[in-house]
């Protein structure tokens, strides 16, 4: 094969490192971007915190008049005389509280454990979920064991102290699936009346149907009445599908915590929009290595051989730093400019928060108002929430498609939601709607939807199917 060259005009399109750290900070939420700056202050030595202006910290001048007025009071009432000389200040101790796994380890603690027994079992214990399920099968969880801890075990000796596990509390947690989990609470509790031994028969031999929710072939099977059924019933839904969430002392360091990228005021008819930088630090450059470039640079230009190593790296970080400035800024501004015409666009909701208000609106709507990209835009409203008077918004659920009606009015698909939402709450539990019902329902009411668009909206609800919607 013989080998030959020749050239070929292409068009490729490439992204720079600054350009794609730039989108990178776009997506960021304010407490990630918060991370992401003291993470380059530490990286770049020539980029700083401006300190903040202590004008609004300082105390208010108080006048001699206001200073007069404020002495009237008395002097025995400005003090106490309840201590003692032998009083001492003690320190207030604040604990973070226990997890759910140190909870159970110290419980442990109260059973009769061999040194071997106690490894293995907390080690299990350390494999249970937050939501007190022990998700892993017990081979893996000895394989493991074999590995860390250098323990040969099977899966008979931890299925042993998994029963112990099972006695412990919050009821329920150690267990492997949701029938294990509801029988274990159910033998924690006394099975003394007809509604709590039909309960326990029908999570023993009829889950299945149970879960399924096929209550008239159940009640044929079982041979009870409707009323006997029911009670029943509401035996097993005073029982808790996730057992963790029972126990809460010290849960609240696991809480997510929203904070709003946007702060929008409503005043007098009018809005005020701010960007959420409470937090966020200003930056500037640090001007002593600028005064080192300076000192090393000569006045014709030229720098020594050695210190040129140590004025380029200088200069790399000084243009690092200076470029990540400007981005910050250049976020700033494509954040408030979209924003901005979010507002302008779903303006009436933003009054007063009513849903039906929200006015079709996709990304290229807005793309189309600040002269962006629509992917600027989708990596704008991804993960960003705008604080209102009325909640906190996130504000990727602004956008909705638009569908029309019988007489060609564009509406929001929220407004069809909320009818749909508004159908299933009102419907007859013993007979749900289905999703053809729904359809002809919202046809009847002049909006044209199909049955598939119907139970799209409805898996978006988190409403299940009308058979498991059905009670007794």
């Known amino acids: 094969m013989a080998i030959s060259q020749r050239q070929q005009l292409s068009l490729q399109q490439k992204l720079s490192p600054q350009q794609i750290q ?99 079992a907390v080690y299990i214990v350390g494999s249970i979920d937050e939501d007190g399920y022990l998700r892993r099968d017990l081979i893996s969880i000895s394989d493991d064991i074999a590995f860390s801890l250098g323990i040969e075990c099977d899966e008979y000796e931890l299925e042993h102290l998994l029963d112990i596990i099972h006695t412990l509390e919050p009821s329920g947690v150690g267990a492997r699936n949701l029938r294990e989990c509801l029988l274990l ?37 079982l041979q009870v009445n409707e009323d006997d059924f029911r009670e029943a019933l509401n035996e097993i839904k005073h029982l808790s599908p996730k057992p963790g969430n029972l126990y809460s002392e010290g849960g609240t360091d696991t809480t997510p915590y929203i904070i709003p990228d946007f702060i929008l005021d409503y005043n007098d008819g009018g809005f005020n929009l701010s960007l959420n930088s409470y937090n966020i630090p200003e930056l500037r450059i640090n001007r002593r290595y600028m005064d080192i470039i300076r000192d090393m640079v000569k006045a014709d230009g030229s720098v020594k051989n050695e210190d040129r190593e140590a004025v380029q790296f200088v200069k790399s970080k000084i243009d690092s730093a200076k470029w990540f400035i400007s981005a910050i800024r250049q976020r700033h501004d494509t954040l408030m400019r979209t924003m901005q015409e979010i507002l302008n666009y779903q303006y009436e909701y933003f009054k007063d928060g009513d849903k039906s208000k929200l006015r079709p609106m996709i990304l290229k709507d807005i793309a189309d108002r600040t002269g962006l990209d629509v992917s600027t835009i989708s990596r704008v409203v991804n993960s960003k929430y705008v604080q209102t008077s009325f909640g906190i918004i996130l504000l990727k659920s602004l956008f909705s498609e638009a569908m029309q009606t019988e007489s060609g009015e564009e509406v929001s698909s929220y407004e069809i939601k909320n009818l749909l939402q508004q159908c299933i709450d009102e419907e007859d539990k013993r007979h749900p709607l289905t999703d053809e019902t729904l359809m002809d329902i919202l046809n009847g009411r002049g909006y044209r939807i199909a049955r598939r668009t119907v139970a799209k909206y409805r898996e978006m609800l988190n409403i299940p199917v009308a058979r498991l919607r059905k009670q007794i």
């Open 22 to 120: 730039m989108i990178k900070l776009l997506e960021l939420p304010t407490m990630q971007l918060e991370q992401r700056i003291k993470q380059e202050i530490e990286e770049n030595i020539v980029l700083e915190e401006e300190e903040r202006s202590e004008e609004d910290e300082l105390p208010r001048e108080i006048s001699v008049d206001e200073y007069l007025r404020e002495d009237d009071t008395p002097a025995y009432k400005s003090r106490m005389n309840n201590y003692s000389r032998d009083d001492k200040q003690r320190p207030v101790h604040i604990s973070g509280g226990r997890s759910l796994q140190e909870y159970l380890v110290e419980q442990l603690g109260y059973h009769n454990l061999s040194e071997r027994e106690m490894k293995l």
């Open 185 to 221: 609470q159910m033998r924690q509790v006394e099975i003394n009346t007809f509604p709590r031994r039909l309960a326990m028969k029908i999570l023993t031999d009829h889950f299945e149907e149970f879960v399924k929710k096929h209550y008239e072939k159940l009640m044929a099977r």
